[in-house]
């Protein structure tokens, strides 16, 4: 008898959907149709090898994404990057494959200075006890890292999630995908500059600020922490 499919497995058409979403998407944002036209919908189909219905579905979504429009008589055409969604993971994370981009990656910093302080404030108000739990095993994963006891992108990246999510603001909340994609680039430019690794006793200080229940104390914390990557990119710069 043959098995029922497990309803949780993604649907082949899905998967085909967005391995050409992903595929045209980094054209785009690479440059690949700076100089020429967008394909049309048959010439898509055909250059992926998929059905018409997949075709539009990705072409759909990456309009949505502020990559592509539509318009009568003119057909699909690729967006200034001015229209991109720079807030959807796909396309920062398409951004942040491109030619590394010290610009770029000034521009995200100054974007985590505006809004990590105030989440910082905010968990240190509102943060639950077993969001306190995951703050601290953030930290406690960065000081293992130190060692070679853990990852320090991927625990550098739970700290600062985990503080997002302790804020109490949904809308801070929801930033943790943004902000986890792009500290991968972050992270891994400012550890691999030699003798460059996570500052622990800086972000201690953030975490312990929080666990204190001092909003000022870890606004001004984190700032600190933050303003110390934007001082390192202008060195380079």
């Not at 429009?69 to 057909?75: C, K, L, Y």
């Amino acid at each position: 008898m043959t098995a029922a499919p497990d309803p949780s497995s993604p649907r082949p058409g899905r998967n085909l959907t967005h391995a050409m979403l992903d595929s045209i998407g980094r054209a785009i944002v690479t440059g690949a149709y700076d100089d020429t036209a967008f394909p049309t919908e048959a010439q898509l189909t055909e250059q992926h090898r998929v059905s018409r219905s997949v075709t539009r579905e990705a072409v759909k979504m990456l309009t949505a994404k502020g990559l592509l429009s539509a318009r009568a008589r003119v057909g699909t055409v690729v967006q200034p990057s001015a229209s991109w969604n720079l807030f959807d993971t796909d396309v920062l994370r398409w951004l942040l494959e491109r030619t590394f981009s010290v610009e770029l990656l000034r521009h995200f910093t100054e974007l985590r200075l505006a809004i990590e302080p105030e989440a910082a404030a905010l968990a240190a108000r509102h943060a639950q006890a077993h969001q306190h739990d995951r703050i601290r095993d953030g930290l406690d994963r960065m000081k293992r890292a130190e060692t070679g006891g853990d990852d320090p992108l991927d625990a550098d990246i739970a700290f600062h999630v985990a503080i997002l999510q302790a804020s109490g603001n949904p809308f801070y909340a929801q930033l943790r995908e943004m902000v986890s994609t792009a500290l991968k680039t972050s992270i891994r430019f400012t550890n691999g500059i030699a003798g460059r690794s996570a500052n622990i006793r800086d972000h201690a200080a953030v975490c312990d600020a929080i666990s204190r229940g001092e909003p000022d104390a870890a606004r001004m914390a984190m700032r600190t922490l933050i303003q110390d990557v934007l001082d390192l990119i202008d060195t380079v710069d």
